[in-house]
């Protein structure tokens, strides 16, 4: 009696273990909280809830004008737009995935993506302010390349390594800004206007516009007395796509000619003019 009891403990054990694996396999090893979701105006975007996986997630949607997605650690955020149905689907490390349907019953209306690009020389940084920091705020990196740092309304982004990188600005969970970035060794020395010939009148003076250099700037003239030169500061806050922009004033002294030279001190870049004042 006992070796038939034994015997009914350990089947009854073996169909436990086999129908929680078979529960297993059914459940899946990346599970989320929902499956399908409809989009609407007043519904313009969903949350799905990561409830089991490996991490390290990526995401892909089958029709980024009706769906696009903002992944955030265990959260996948789908923002509709145009009418129609996509599928997005979820993968993990472990290449799990799943798919959810998505609907769009009518047209939600977002804004276009702006198209950024910025040099960044390695080792600096620069700063893209956040004039409304609104739900659904995100900054992405598709790299390595750059750091990104949130402080308030400031976003600091670092360059890293040589190469490119594309961060991604978010607001409401949608695409509202793609920052192409190229990461230099050095910044291109570019000065405006390209004319290098310049005629000016005794008494008066004029300005070039250093659009793009290392910030450390020299200048020179090949005779002295025609005019006066002096570099000046740029007099507002410089932008994303500027690099170290500067002013070089000149003021007519005496008739004459005389080459006014600019030159990169990082690189020894230069770049003359001839100014003749009459």
């Keep these: 009696m ?4 034994n015997l009914l403990v350990l089947f009854l054990a073996i169909v436990i273990i086999v129908s929680c694996s078979k529960n297993e396999e059914q459940m899946g090893a990346l599970q989320i909280d929902k499956s399908s979701v409809v989009l609407s105006p007043e519904n313009p975007y969903a949350a799905i809830h990561i409830t089991k996986g490996s991490g390290t997630y990526s995401v892909s949607s089958s029709n980024k004008s009706v769906a696009q997605t903002l992944l955030q650690t265990e959260t996948l955020y789908i923002a509709g737009n145009e009418m129609g149905n996509a599928v997005v689907t979820l993968s993990d490390e472990a290449g799990n995935s799943v798919n959810i349907k998505v609907e769009v019953k009518n047209y939600i209306s977002r804004p276009v993506p702006l198209l950024i690009p910025v040099l960044l020389k390695k080792g600096d940084k620069k700063s893209i302010e956040i004039a409304n920091i609104s739900a659904g705020f995100a900054i992405q990196s598709s790299n390595n390349a750059i750091q990104v740092q949130e402080n308030g ?14 961060v991604y600005q978010f607001a409401n969970y949608w695409l509202k800004e793609v920052y192409a970035i190229q990461i230099v060794e050095h910044y291109p020395f570019s000065i405006s206007p390209s004319s290098t010939n310049i005629s000016v009148t005794k008494g008066y003076d004029g300005e070039l516009y250093i659009v793009s250099g290392s910030g450390s700037y020299s200048l020179s003239t ?29 003021k007519a002294i005496a008739n004459g000619v005389s080459v006014l030279t600019v030159t990169d001190n990082e690189t020894g870049e230069s770049k003359s003019f001839s100014i003749r004042v009459n």
């Design 222 to 250: 090949s005779v002295s007395g025609v005019i006066s030169t002096e570099l000046r500061p740029y007099p507002i806050a410089v932008s994303l796509s500027q690099n170290n922009p500067a002013f070089v004033y000149y």
């Design 153 to 166: 309304n400031n976003v600091l982004l670092t360059a890293l390594s040589l190469g490119t990188s594309t």
């Design 2 to 5: 006992d070796m038939i009891k």
